[in-house]
T-cell receptor, first 113, second 109 residues
C-alpha cells in the first residue's frame, strides 16, 4: 500500500512569508502527526490530529498551525517565517492516536532566506 | 517533560565490528520505539518494545528494554555499510511521542 506522501519535498521562502505543507497518510490511518527536525534540536513534536481534531500540540508558537480534512489528509501552515524555521518537516501517520508506531513521509525541506 | 538521552551521539566503525547504542530516561515509558533514518528520508520504524526486560531480535540487530522500562539498548552484530544512518529512540508518554537526539552511525567498508 502507498506510504505517507508529503508535498512539496523542497521549498525556499523568504522571511515574513508563509508556507503550507501537505501530508497524505497511509490509507486507513486516521492519525497524522507533524514533527520539525533540525540538526540542533532533533525531532520536535508539533501537533497531532485524529479524525479532524487536534489532539495534542507541542511547544511551538502560534505561527505554526495545522488542520486535518475528512479524508485524513493534513496540512500545516507556518506564517511570518523566520530564519530559524528552516528545517525538515516530517509528517507521520498511524492507525491509532497517541501511538509510537509511526509511519513517516520523506519530509518537506524548508529553507528560509 | 520526558527526556530521552541517546549515546553515543556519533559512532564510526569498520564493517564487521559490533556496536551498542543506548537510550536512557529518568521516566517510565509504556513502550519504546527504535527508528532508523537515512539521509533524505523519514525515519523508519525498526521495533517496538513494551515489556520490561524484553529482548527482540531483528536479524543482526538486538533490542533490549530495561527492566524498569526507562532505558533501552540496540546492539548490532557484524555491522554492514547498509547499517549507516541515524538511529532514534522514541518513547510514548503523556500525550505525545518524544524522540531522542539520535546516534549517527557510520559503517566504513
Amino acid at each position: 500500500k502507498a506510504g505517507v506522501t508529503q508535498t512539496p519535498r523542497y521549498l525556499i521562502k523568504t522571511r515574513g512569508q508563509q508556507v503550507t505543507l501537505s501530508c497524505s497518510p497511509i490509507s486507513g490511518h486516521r492519525s497524522v502527526s507533524w514533527y520539525q527536525q533540525t540538526p540542533g534540536q532533533g525531532l520536535q513534536f508539533l501537533f497531532e490530529y485524529f479524525s479532524e481534531t487536534q489532539r495534542n500540540k507541542g511547544n511551538f508558537p502560534g505561527r505554526f498551525s495545522g488542520r486535518q480534512f475528512s479524508n485524513s489528509r493534513s496540512e500545516m501552515n507556518v506564517s511570518t517565517l523566520e530564519l530559524g524555521d528552516s528545517a525538515l518537516y516530517l509528517c507521520a501517520s498511524s492507525f491509532l492516536a497517541n501511538t509510537g508506531e509511526l509511519f513517516f513521509g520523506e519530509g518537506s525541506r524548508l529553507t528560509v532566506l | 517533560t520526558q527526556l530521552l538521552e541517546q549515546s553515543p551521539q556519533f559512532l564510526s566503525i569498520q564493517e564487521g565490528e559490533n556496536l551498542t547504542v543506548y537510550c536512557n530516561s529518568s521516566s517510565v515509558f509504556s513502550s519504546l520505539q527504535w527508528y532508523r533514518q537515512e539521509p533524505g528520508e523519514g525515519p523508519v520504524l525498526l521495533v517496538t518494545v513494551v515489556t520490561g526486560g524484553e529482548v527482540k531480535k531483528l536479524k543482526r540487530l538486538t533490542f533490549q528494554f530495561g527492566d524498569a522500562r526507562k532505558d533501552s539498548s540496540l546492539h548490532i552484530t557484524a555491522a554492514q555499510t547498509g547499517d549507516t544512518g541515524l538511529y532514534l529512540c522514541a518513547g510514548e508518554g503523556g500525550n505525545d511521542m518524544r524522540f531522542g537526539a539520535g546516534t549517527r552511525l557510520t559503517v566504513k567498508p
